[in-house]
Structures are given as structure tokens and as C-alpha cells.
């Protein structure tokens, strides 16, 4: 049953999207012959998976609005899981806007963004900066390049170069993504903290508190539930989502970065200006929509054990991200498995 949601109205956008689930697509199987192949075997390896081709549905997604501009803070030694399971810990000296005892932030990485007009263009782009799959999986740093939008030929490339480029071209961007949300995540642990004190919080710290907890759908003074929201997605989840919903984008509704299948209650297609306003959304979407609150708890259980964040895992929690439930889960998890996307859970950017 279709939900009713929400326009995102944030910056004057909204966000709503088609349903595409070709599911047909998630084996690199495209509309059109390949036309003539690049050989990026020697530099883009990837498992292709065996995963099989489901009945062609219409999924149940929901528009969020991607995050405004927020107060950026900067600190140089924390590592992101140090910084998230140390929380809000003392500091010697202030930093940033705030300039107060432990604030604590990641640096930001910034992506160089790179709009290739082709398939061929976006294989270029990986090869000067080094940049494979294989790399990544052996611990290497991604390179901080971000997709502005999928070739509209990347259709013609065969199955298995198809889903490498693909997933090689979205890591980044959804790294870009929960970078950002990890930074609100620390800060608001600084500021929890913080409000136990008898210094408490100065006017500048409400105001952005405030402005966070609206972004994130909450109320301020509800720090547990925010704290709930404001954390990342698994880049395994993501992508698998991502690929699928877009086959690989390939899919019509890819041409105007609709990458993630998200749907306004009419059902009518709204484009992103570029895939990362298309990732933002659907990251935002998680993290505040009612019907994914059993994925927010369960990745904060996740995290008060101290464990990572397995999205594997966390996706058995989106049964109403679809209309099939428990079979979308299911072959959700199967490419997930087949093309060992878990791999890059633990992916980082590079600072270069």
C-alpha cells in the first residue's frame, strides 16, 4: 500500500521520484547491444554476481529533503569510528565557529566533481587518478572525485564493465554523504554532552541544534531520537540499492538522477539537479521517515555495542522500502553478497 509523504520543500526543491525496480538490470543485462567495449578489465575489476531477474514492480519510496547549509567545525585527529564511539570527549582548546573545550569534527574532505559526457570519458577519469575496486578492497583511500551525472551511454557498455563503473563512479559520492552526517553526529554528541554542564549551551550552539533537529525531522530536546537519525548508510546498502533501482543507471528515470527509486505520493518523476543531491536525499529519507524507524534503531543498537555497521545487515529492517517486502530485501541482500559490495563498508576518501 502506497504511503502518503511529505514534499521536501528544503531549498525550494522537492524530491519525488519514479519507482523503477528492474530488477533485470541488476545482472548487467541492459535494453541495448553493447556497443564498442572499453578494455578496463586491467584496471576496473569487479565481481559480477549471479544474482537473478525479478518480476518488474512498482516500489514504495519516500521524498525527504537533502540538507541546507550548516555550521561546518574542524578538527585534524580523529578518525571517524574513534570519533564516533569516544563521542564527546575533552579537548585541549577550541576549534571552529564554536572555539569551545571539545569540539570535535572531522575534517572534510572536498570531491572534485567530474561530469564525463561519456562512458569512455568516466573510464578516463578513474585511470588518472589510480582509482579501482581492487585498490579499494585492499585498504586503499578512495579518491575524492564525485559523479555529477551517469553517461546516458553507459547502457552500451556490457553487463560486467557496466555495474564496475557504476558502483566505482557512486562510492564516493555516498562516502561525500556520510562524511557530512558524521560530522553533525559528533557535534551533536559535543553538544549533549555539553548541556550537562553549567556552562551549557551558548546562543550560537542552540541555533544550530535547532536547525539540525528541524532537518532531521524532531524536536531539539529529543537528543536520543536525534541521535538516532543523525548517522549514516552503509555504502553497501546504497549502492545495491541504487543499482538496482536504477539498473545500474541505465533506467530512464537515471537520466534525470533518480538513482535511489523515491516516489512522491502522486508517483510522478521530480529530477535531482546531480547524483549527489539524488544521494542526500535518499540518506535524509532514512534517516527521518516513520516507516524506517526500525533501521534507525536497529543501527543505533548496532552502535551501542560497539559494532560496525553492517549493511547487510541493516537492510533486512526496509521491508516497506517496497511494495515486495521481504522478496525486495531478499534480492537486495543477494547482490549485495554476489558482487561482495560489503567490501567497501569500511571505504574511506581520500584526503589528497
Known amino acids: 500500500m502506497l504511503l ?3 514534499p521536501a520543500i528544503e531549498c525550494g526543491r522537492k524530491y519525488a521520484f519514479p519507482a523503477v525496480w528492474l530488477a533485470v538490470f541488476a545482472t548487467g543485462v541492459g535494453w541495448r547491444l553493447p556497443g564498442p567495449a572499453v578494455d578496463a578489465s586491467s584496471f576496473l575489476s569487479f565481481n559480477t554476481g ?3 531477474a525479478a518480476t518488474p514492480t512498482q516500489s514504495v519510496f519516500f521524498a525527504l529533503a537533502a540538507q541546507p547549509a550548516s555550521l561546518t567545525f574542524v578538527r585534524h585527529d580523529v578518525e571517524p569510528e574513534e570519533a564516533i564511539q569516544t563521542g564527546a570527549r575533552e579537548a585541549s582548546g577550541g576549534h571552529g565557529r564554536f572555539a569551545a573545550p571539545g569540539n570535535a569534527v572531522r575534517r572534510q574532505v572536498q570531491l572534485r566533481a567530474i561530469n564525463p559526457r561519456t562512458a569512455d570519458e568516466l573510464v578516463g577519469f578513474f585511470q588518472q587518478v589510480s582509482y579501482t575496486l581492487n585498490d579499494i578492497r585492499q585498504g586503499e583511500a578512495v579518491p575524492a572525485i564525485k559523479l555529477e551525472r551517469v553517461p546516458e551511454d553507459l ?12 558502483i566505482t563512479a557512486l562510492l564516493p559520492v555516498i562516502l561525500e554523504v556520510n562524511q557530512r552526517v558524521l560530522a553533525e553526529r559528533e557535534q551533536l554528541i559535543f553538544l549533549r554532552g555539553k548541556m550537562g554542564t553549567l556552562a551549557g549551551l551558548t546562543p550560537t550552539e542552540r541555533m544550530w541544534l535547532e536547525q539540525l533537529a528541524n532537518r532531521y525531522d524532531t524536536a531539539s530536546d529529543k537528543l536520543d531520537e536525534l541521535l538516532r537519525r543523525v548517522d549514516i548508510v552503509p555504502p553497501s546498502m546504497a549502492i545495491a540499492q541504487g543499482g538496482v533501482e536504477s539498473g545500474w543507471g541505465t533506467s530512464p528515470a537515471a537520466r534525470s538522477n533518480a538513482l535511489f527509486g523515491m516516489v512522491s505520493g502522486g508517483g510522478k518523476p521530480l529530477p535531482f539537479g546531480n547524483v549527489g543531491e539524488a544521494a542526500n536525499a535518499y540518506v535524509a529519507n532514512l534517516n527521518t521517515h516513520a516507516a524506517y524507524a526500525a533501521f534507525r534503531a536497529e543501527r543505533a543498537a548496532l552502535r551501542d555495542r560497539g559494532e560496525a555497521l553492517d549493511g547487510y545487515r541493516l537492510i533486512g529492517t526496509l521491508l516497506r522500502y517496497s511494495e515486495l517486502g521481504s522478496q525486495y530485501v531478499g534480492f537486495i541482500r543477494q547482490v549485495m553478497k554476489d558482487d561482495k559490495l560489503t567490501d567497501f563498508d569500511k571505504a574511506k576518501l581520500s584526503s589528497y
Request: no cysteine.
Open 50 to 52: 549471479s544474482a537473478q
Open 4 to 6: 502518503q509523504i511529505r
Open 155 to 166: 547502457v552500451t557498455k556490457e553487463g560486467p564493465l557496466r555495474k564496475t563503473l557504476f
